[in-house]
């Protein structure tokens, strides 16, 4: 691939344990980054001590790494990682628009808004017409990423160019961005993929068994698969790393907080419980319903995805979901 240099200066929108695994990622790359965050005692910590105690403890950051919550300031920069969960990031996207203008923004958050059932791309059109947009999207904990353990991710953008730019402002050899144009798949895969993490959590939370964790990650790519056909993803960007690769790695390790929510809930606890006990935010809750829009509108059959849904929105049970997922009709296995 052709070298391209770094964008000068950077604006990590988010300050949560992602997002500044990433900052660091371009801080020691010699890019001026700042993070924006909302919460005083996350930019106190990473500004005072080079460490994000409340979503990042342990990780020593890199000392030039600075932190702010005045999205004005934060506004002053050549381009901008968006790490805001996808539920509350309209109203920020709305005021980046006013204070920026034109500039590369990637979209770093899974999801998909509820309220209108829009990917965060789309999102991002409606919101900031100037964006030009990518999503970073892969099998990847922050606290991996952070601690320098090697991981690799796609990078969608339609701009070459731009793409190159982020690739060289952000990759390290021990994370590997692999470059794409299939925005939608990218997208799709980081979303659909935390609300199947949920149902696998459950089946390991009712003591199902490997076997059927299995399945239901198989069957539950053959659900992605269907909804990124008709939305116009690529078939090679949903068997790769944005697709195949993060379902594997959310749907199988409670290090995923997508994950670990769904054993809860697979262990009789109420999603209100487990919900009250975190600070951080599981995306597949809210995106499950959203994503179960999005297949009936394209006339997408996806079983497991509805039945997340069902479970999250206190529709049905865990037992009642089972018994309804064993008891379909048998098919061929493309269908």
Not at 51 to 64: D, I, S, T, Y
Not at 100 to 119: F, Q, Y
Request: charged content about 20%; aromatic content about 6%; some cysteine.
């Amino acid at each position: 691939m052709q070298e391209f240099s770094k964008f000068r200066s950077l604006s990590v929108i988010g300050g949560g344990a992602w997002g500044t695994a990433l900052a660091n990622l371009a801080a020691h790359n010699g890019t001026d980054v700042l993070i924006w965050a909302r919460e005083p005692e996350v930019t106190d910590s990473i500004n005072n001590r080079h460490e994000n105690e409340a979503f990042l403890r342990g990780v020593n950051l890199h000392p030039g790494l600075q932190s702010t919550s005045d999205l004005t300031i934060a506004a002053k920069r050549d381009a901008f990682l968006f790490v805001v969960p996808a539920q509350f990031g309209r109203a920020t996207l709305s005021e980046l628009n006013s204070l920026c203008g034109a500039a590369p923004v990637a979209l770093c958050s899974k999801g998909i808004e509820r309220a209108t059932g829009l990917m965060m791309t789309e999102v991002l059109s409606d919101t900031w017409p100037g964006a030009i947009p990518a999503v970073l999207s892969g099998p990847s904990f922050a606290r991996d990423v952070a601690r320098g353990l090697p991981t690799a991710v796609t990078f969608a953008c339609p701009d070459a160019a731009i793409g190159g730019k982020w690739i060289a402002t952000l990759g390290a050899p021990h994370f590997r961005l692999y470059l794409s144009d299939d925005l939608v798949g990218a997208e799709l895969g980081g979303a659909v993929k935390n609300v199947l993490a949920i149902a696998a959590g459950a089946v390991e939370g009712r003591g199902l068994g490997e076997s059927a964790r299995a399945a239901l990650i198989a069957r539950g790519f053959i659900e992605f698969q269907r909804l990124g056909v008709a939305r116009g993803a690529k078939p090679q960007t949903m068997a790769g790393l944005s697709g195949l690769g993060d379902l594997i790695l959310t749907a199988s390790s409670q290090q995923s907080r997508n994950m670990s929510l769904g054993f809860e809930l697979g262990r009789g606890r109420s999603l209100e419980d487990i919900l009250g006990e975190r600070r951080t935010v599981s995306e597949g809750v809210a995106s499950a319903s959203a994503i179960a829009t999005l297949a009936a509108k394209a006339g997408v059959e996806m079983p497991i995805c509805a039945a997340v849904s069902a479970l999250v929105d206190g529709q049905k049970s865990i037992d009642e979901i089972i018994a309804d997922l064993l008891a379909r009709p048998l098919k061929q296995e493309n269908e």
